[in-house]
């Protein structure tokens, strides 16, 4: 039987606000283990709870980013469930009236577009952490309750592995330019569970779905869902029924497990909270809100082809996330050309980011010293492989290029009479070479630059090199 794949996705996003959603508790990743916690965030008695005004800010940038509708009112509800990491015993949520709704996001798949439609985009709190592995019991943190989240919920209209990974890069590339979230997954602060169900190819009606959870790295996303269809496909070909369950990824062993029945909506008893009032965003909010929306990385990409004539490749890494593209940027408004701007950022600056892990603008290159050291080798002062050093020397030493440049002598020699005296010496050193050559064997003009090149110990211009063992050797 031919059987379609249906996915959905439900993508959690930590929000990049200093306190949580309802209280005035640090939200910082990384704290000792219980100590941005209160009676809000532990749901005492007497405790209430108090909407961060920049939290929904945020919420609405990515409403506006992924198209969705900015609802005027919205309500908060909680959602019910026991679990030893829900203190209060409930959620506090949105459910039948959320604050951004009816959305898309564009996707490639191959070469392939198509739009992934949005359901919802909608508010909520963060519950706390379990930690299994440290005692015999396991142990409760509550620095994370209560830190703000935004939900998406796609349609199931994805129908591969590959358009799932897609669909969530192209939400995480808009989320890190919204700057509203750091999108790790590895942290916890971008977390993705998956509706799975596959049906005869060309039936409307939906298959029985199952929900696969703990999909904690962007690649193991695609990985688990592969494997989720494979195994409901097995279980339809051997006659047997899907069941709608919860499903753990292991990334150990490359499979989902059971974790329990599926719920419904209904067995987490929703009901708005009622110690909130409805959410209400007037026609000026909104509108201030969209006014702040940066410029977002598809605009960016097609920008950065069409304006610096750079390829599709080049500008796909540049525009990947915001500070790459704004650091390239500036490199240009420093006066760099963009096509070698491109070049060096794509390697020297993405290697020294990665080889200390941070971002561009924490180097010690900076835009405008990437386009000094530039400006060094487009007027022929240093050669380029010279360059490559002089940028590690910045970075190490926090210092101008131009003085590197003098101070460890590395400036080109360019001045023909000295370059032709130690051609000629390196021409008179090697005649049986040179015979060679003047027999067909033209290959052996690397040879005689790699020599000289070697006698000025790096320095000498290449081009003025390879000019004149060509004039000498005839």
Same mark, same amino acid.
């Given at each position: ?340 701007? $491109? ?6 600056? &993405? /290697?020294? +980011?990665? #080889? @200390? ?7 010690? %290159? ?44 590395? $400036? ?6 000295? &370059? /032709?005296? +130690?051609? #000629? @010496? ?7 070479? %040179? ?40």
């Amino acid at each position: 039987m031919d059987l379609e794949p249906v996915i959905g996705l439900e993508i959690h996003a930590q929000l990049l606000t200093k306190s949580k959603i309802f209280c005035g508790c640090a939200a910082k990743f990384g704290a000792p283990p219980n100590t941005h916690g209160c009676p809000v965030c532990l749901g005492l008695p007497g405790a209430l709870p108090v909407l961060n005004r920049r939290v929904v800010e945020m919420a609405m940038l990515a409403g506006f980013a992924l198209d969705c509708t900015i609802n005027k009112q919205s309500i908060f509800a909680r959602k019910n469930y026991f679990y030893p990491d829900l203190p209060k015993g409930y959620q506090i949520s949105q459910y039948d009236m959320p604050l951004c709704e009816n959305g898309r996001v564009a996707i490639d798949v191959a070469g392939e577009s198509k739009e992934v439609r949005i359901t919802r985009v909608h508010l909520e709190e963060d519950a706390g952490k379990l930690v299994h592995d440290q005692d015999e019991d396991s142990l409760f943190d509550v620095n994370r309750c209560g830190t703000p989240l935004i939900e998406i919920v796609t349609e199931p209209d994805i129908r591969s592995p590959a358009e799932a990974y897609a669909c969530l890069m192209a939400i995480k590339r808009i989320l890190d330019y919204l700057q509203v979230c750091d999108c790790t997954m590895e942290e916890g602060s971008l977390r993705c569970d998956a509706n799975v169900s596959v049906r005869p190819r060309g039936r409307e009606k939906l298959g029985t779905k199952t929900e696969v959870k703990n999909m904690n790295s962007f690649r193991g996303v695609e990985k688990a869902l592969s494997y989720e269809l494979e195994r409901q496909r097995d279980v339809i070909d051997a006659g047997g029924v899907i069941e709608q369950q919860t499903y753990l990824w292991n990334p150990d062993t490359n499979r989902t497990v059971p974790m329990r029945t599926k719920e419904e909506a209904h067995d987490y008893r929703y009901f708005p909270d009622p110690d909130l009032v409805p959410l209400v965003v007037d026609e000026q909010w909104r509108e201030r809100v969209r006014s702040i929306l940066p410029e977002l990385p598809a605009h960016r990409y097609q920008r950065f082809i069409e304006e610096y004539g750079l390829t599709t490749e080049h500008g796909a890494i540049l525009s990947e996330t915001r500070v790459v593209a704004e650091y390239f940027e500036a490199c240009i408004q420093a006066g760099t050309q963009p096509k070698p701007a $491109a070049t060096w950022v794509m390697g020297e600056v &993405l /290697r020294a +980011t990665k #080889e @200390k892990h941070v971002a561009p603008s924490s180097l010690h %290159v900076t835009p405008t010293r990437l386009a000094a050291l530039l400006k060094l080798v487009e007027k022929g002062t240093i050669s380029a492989q010279v360059a490559k050093k002089v940028f590690d020397a910045v970075e190490e030493s926090d210092r101008e290029p131009e003085e590197i440049v003098k101070e460890r002598g590395l $400036a080109q020699i360019s001045d023909t009479g000295a &370059l /032709r005296q +130690t051609v #000629e @010496k390196v021409l008179n050193d090697n005649p049986e070479a %040179v015979k060679r050559y003047l027999g067909g064997e033209k290959k052996l003009l690397g040879f005689f630059v790699g020599r000289t090149m070697k006698a000025t110990k790096g320095n000498g211009n290449p081009k003025e090199i390879n000019k004149i063992v060509g004039e000498l050797l005839g």
